[in-house]
């Protein structure tokens, strides 16, 4: 991807950013111009959970760009209502919504109680809907905006032993196709992106999903978004995306140099279904 500053001007909320793919995506669009609101919970790290919002924050200014760090916790309305206020307040604007953070449950339905799927709920799908909420009224204002759910596509797929989990993730991607046409005069794009294959995170890791040759880095995520934020909203809007395609689109076919491996493991873990599993 280019490195020309494209984002110059820009402000981007993206939440769940004080590690993995919150903080790559922080510090890829700091590099490209943004000034970035670092929305997330962690304000000390642990063993499990390293990096806070403060450490990103501190990231994000050595690149020369202004930060702000809110400790969010995206399930409450009042977080929530309170973070775009004070990104108004700092910045003036919201251009990019990046709704990264995410709850994992990967059980069967009677291995997940009630209290586990309303977190899975609000975490996943509720907080996306929060956070667009309450930045779509500046964005409107703007005639600019671009908001990206980290969700996989709707699908027919059964996805036993992680029903609860889907059902929250792609309620994220009904929120953004529906939001795509409420705004799409307004020139604000909605779209959910996800990985075709697991990316090195602390929940892959805590999770153990496979081997550390059989993921990618969160650099192929980053990339995708660029390729998406790259373009007027009205130009790529309402659609559900996986790296790989919106990379091939933007003329890039080589995804052998995402893997931490160096090269394609001899049995991936695909989670786009391409393999059957729907996930």
């Not at 991807?1 to 984002?7: C, P």
């Not at 905006?145 to 992680?162: E, F, L, Q, R, W």
């Not at 090269?263 to 989670?271: F, L, V």
Request: charged content about 25%; glycine content about 8%.
């Amino acid at each position: 991807m280019s490195e020309s500053r494209i984002l110059e001007g820009r402000v981007a909320v993206i939440t769940g950013a004080s590690r993995g793919i919150g903080r790559a995506l922080a510090l890829r669009l700091a590099r490209e111009g943004a000034d970035i609101v670092v929305a997330a919970k962690s304000e000390q790290p642990t063993e499990k959970l390293p990096g806070t919002i403060y450490e990103t924050a501190a990231e994000v200014e050595r690149l020369g760009r202004r930060a702000l760090p809110v400790r969010v916790d995206v399930r409450s309305e009042e977080d929530v209502a309170r973070m775009a206020e004070q990104a108004m307040e700092r910045f003036g604007r919201i251009d990019i919504l990046i709704n990264n953070a995410g709850a994992l449950w990967w059980k069967p339905v009677l291995e997940t109680p009630p209290k586990r799927f309303d977190l899975l709920i609000g975490v996943n799908v509720r907080a996306a809907y929060l956070c667009a909420y309450y930045v779509l009224p500046h964005m409107k204002r703007q005639g600019w905006g671009h908001i990206i759910n980290m969700a996989p596509g709707i699908s027919t797929h059964a996805n036993p032993g992680m029903v609860a989990y889907m059902i929250a993730k792609t309620g994220m991607a009904r929120l953004a196709i529906g939001i795509a046409e409420e705004h799409r005069q307004d020139n604000i794009a909605a779209n959910a992106l996800w990985p075709v294959a697991p990316i090195e995170t602390a929940a892959v890791i805590n999770n153990r999903l496979g081997e550390r040759d059989q993921w990618r880095t969160p650099d192929i995520l980053c990339d995708a978004v660029m390729a998406i934020l790259s373009q007027e909203p009205s130009r790529c809007t309402g659609r559900q995306l996986t790296d790989e395609q919106i990379l091939r689109e933007a003329g890039i076919t080589d995804f052998d140099r995402y893997w931490l491996g160096g090269r394609p493991p001899e049995n991936p873990i695909w989670i786009d279904g391409r393999d059957g599993s729907g996930w």
